[in-house]
């Protein structure tokens, strides 16, 4: 059994979330929703990624949480990590929409965490 802590941070999140055919809307046998982290919002406070250990880690270059998968937990493991979020950045979406979410947060600009707030 690999024991490196950093493995999760190695899984390939995005790619994870793009269709791979087993999608319900494909007659898979994925839940109807996917989850996605607002990581321009996200607060890095690990909640989630606490409660949710298969679907949920922080990123190593920003330390905020992204969603690695979407097939790693139970929808009620998930909603109580959502429901663990301070901020509230954590949602339920249709799995249409998670290329256009990522498109979007690559062209929003994050600041990693621990920075000091731009002036
Ligand atoms: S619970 Fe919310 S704020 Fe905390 S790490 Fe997860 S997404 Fe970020």
Request: proline fraction near 7%; include cysteine; charged fraction near 30%.
């Amino acid at each position: 059994m690999n024991k490196n802590p950093f493995l999760a941070f190695e899984a390939k999140a995005l790619d994870e979330n793009r269709p791979n055919g087993r999608e319900p809307l494909l007659g898979g046998k994925l839940r109807s929703k996917a989850v996605w982290v607002d990581e321009s919002l996200c607060i890095g406070c690990t909640y989630c990624s606490c409660v949710a250990t298969n679907t949920f880690a922080m990123e190593k270059d920003n330390g905020r949480a992204r969603a690695i998968r979407q097939d790693g937990d139970s929808s009620e493991l998930i909603q109580e990590a959502i429901d663990t979020c301070p901020v509230n950045c954590i949602e339920w979406v249709r799995f249409e929409e998670l290329e256009n979410l990522r498109l979007k947060l690559e062209s929003t600009p994050i600041r990693p965490l621990g920075l000091p707030p731009l002036r």
